[in-house]
């Protein structure tokens, strides 16, 4: 059973940086994409970042382009978000997702049904 523990969220001022987290367990992640979706209040989720399996392709929303960077530990079965100069705007409850498939590309048309789902953890970004 594919299970994703997202964790590092919390309450910071605009500026500032915050890392969260995505423990994963329940199969081999080397083989599989993996990502961060947000949904803000009142809003539909959106894509933030994704890396392959192979890290080599990396995608970003172009809301947090330059200012997230998404990296994974493929050994340790964790991905990451490291967000700089957060914005109040950034306010959401941020998702760890992985691709149901392996071989494929998480991208922001991905579907939620195509993909596994942590529960979210808060950031809320203060100005």
């Known amino acids: 059973q594919v299970q994703l523990v997202e964790s590092g969220g919390g309450l910071v001022q605009a500026g500032v940086s915050l890392r969260l987290s995505c423990a994963a367990s329940g199969r081999t992640f080397s083989r599989f994409s993996m990502g961060w979706f947000r949904q803000a209040p009142g809003k539909e989720r959106e894509f933030v970042a994704a890396?392959?399996?192979?890290?080599?392709?990396?995608s970003y929303a172009d809301s947090v382009k330059g200012r997230f960077t998404i990296s994974r530990d493929s050994a340790e079965n964790t991905v990451y978000l490291l967000m700089n100069s957060l914005k109040p705007e950034d306010t959401a409850v941020y998702y760890c997702?992985?691709?149901?498939?392996?071989?494929?590309?998480?991208?922001?048309?991905?579907?939620?049904?195509?993909?596994?789902w942590g529960r979210g953890t808060q950031v809320t970004v203060s100005s």
């Open positions: 890396v392959s399996w192979s890290t080599t392709n990396i």
């Open positions: 997702v992985t691709s149901r498939d392996p071989y494929t590309n998480v991208v922001s048309t991905t579907t939620a049904a195509a993909l596994y």
